[in-house]
């Protein structure tokens, strides 16, 4: 809300964090007010100033001072601008001579208020003449004089005609000045012809410039396709690569995951190889250890017999019976039989140890126990056979 005895602009720069901004944004808008034809490229020029020195909203606001050409508001930025400045200001002259011939036309306003921001920014006509070549590629011509009586004629004469009539008004007569000058009548044509001639060129200028700037929106339009293009391609080069590092990844550790699992089969493999060697081993000493305990059980079993076919021999000698041969007792003691056996007694011994001895079951045991056991075999067989013959 606007103080009551400040204008908007005063107001605008008490409450202003950046006063010099804010000045030097207010007259870039009086040059824009004091065009002959506004553009659109040019609001949005000072959008854009705005905007860098913080002052979007407040464009409306300076634009409605400038307009209403208050010479107030611009004393007073001129003397903030000139308050605050340590130096020509050469950045904030080119945005005004950009900002004033846009158009391709300076207006007279404008060529002064850029001689008087010139004056107000510490630099010098050549050095705002060079400035104005260089943005414009013209040359920036002396301004004319609005005191000069020829500026408020219908039509400013040719350069030889002023001259001459200049010469002529110390002494010449009106005779001498109407011969260089046309009727009231031509000159009305002249200056009819020369405005629509100007228009036509404004208007034509001015589509060149439409077509221009839509070019150059064209080719920006193109040149950021092609940059989102080249974005788009890029990113998505990246995530091609990210994927395929994230394939290779997810490979190395399928093939880690693969590589331990055949470590831990082969080590399950080995644990379970040694379980059962280890198994084999305690049977193999559980056979041997059977084995001797039967061997030993066969040793006194045959002691037993071999005690009591002593004990029955010595009997029978003290009964008066005849001793049998020295074979037949070897084979009775090999049935594990005494003299007093019967034939059936000497099947039923052969049968029963038969089975006991016979190598078929020891297959599969060593060597040597299936070579002891054939040898048994054999012996009760011969035994068996003996016996029978003599029964």
Known sequence: MVATGFSAFESLLVKSPHQRESAELLLLCWV?????????????YLERLAARAHHRRDLETL????????????????????????????????????????DGALSLRNHH??????????????????????????????????????????????????????????GST?????????????????????QWRE?????????????????????????????????????????????????EQARRQAEAEALRREQAQRQREEAAQRQRQEQQQRQYQERQRRERKRQEQESQHQ???????REQSRQRQRAGFDAPSYPIRRALIELE???????????LAYRRLAQRHHPDRFHGQSEWRINL???????????????????
Do not use: C
């Open 113 to 170: 208020i850029l001689r008087f921001l010139a004056d107000l920014s510490g630099v010098s006509p050549d050095a705002l003449r060079a400035l104005y070549r260089e943005v414009t590629g013209r040359t920036l011509a002396a301004p004319e004089d609005l005191s000069h009586r020829s500026h408020w004629q219908p039509v400013e004469p040719e350069a030889e005609d002023t001259a001459e009539v200049e010469e002529g008004d110390t």
């Open 373 to 391: 056991a054939s040898q048994r075999f054999q012996r009760i067989k011969n035994a068996y056979d003996l016996l029978m013959q003599h029964a």
């Open 337 to 347: 039989l005494d003299t007093s056996a019967s034939p059936r007694d000497i099947k």
């Open 174 to 194: 009106q005779a001498n000045a109407g011969e260089y000058r046309a009727s009231w009548r031509d000159r009305v044509r002249r200056l009819a012809e020369n």
């Open 63 to 102: 634009l409605a001072a400038a307009r209403r050409q208050d010479l107030g508001d611009v004393q007073l930025a001129a003397e903030v601008l000139t308050k605050e400045q340590t130096g020509p200001i050469i950045a904030f002259l080119r945005q005004a001579v950009v900002l004033a011939t846009s």
């Open 32 to 44: 824009f007010a004091n065009k002959h034809v506004p553009l659109d490229e040019d609001r949005r």
């Open 199 to 247: 228009h036509k060129q404004q208007q034509q200028w001015r589509r060149q410039q439409a077509q221009q700037a839509r070019e150059r929106e064209q080719q920006r339009e193109a040149a950021a396709q092609a940059e989102r293009e080249r974005r788009a391609q890029a990113h998505a080069k990246r995530q091609a690569e990210a994927q395929a590092q994230q394939r």
């Open 303 to 309: 002691e037993q017999q071999r005690q009591w076919q």
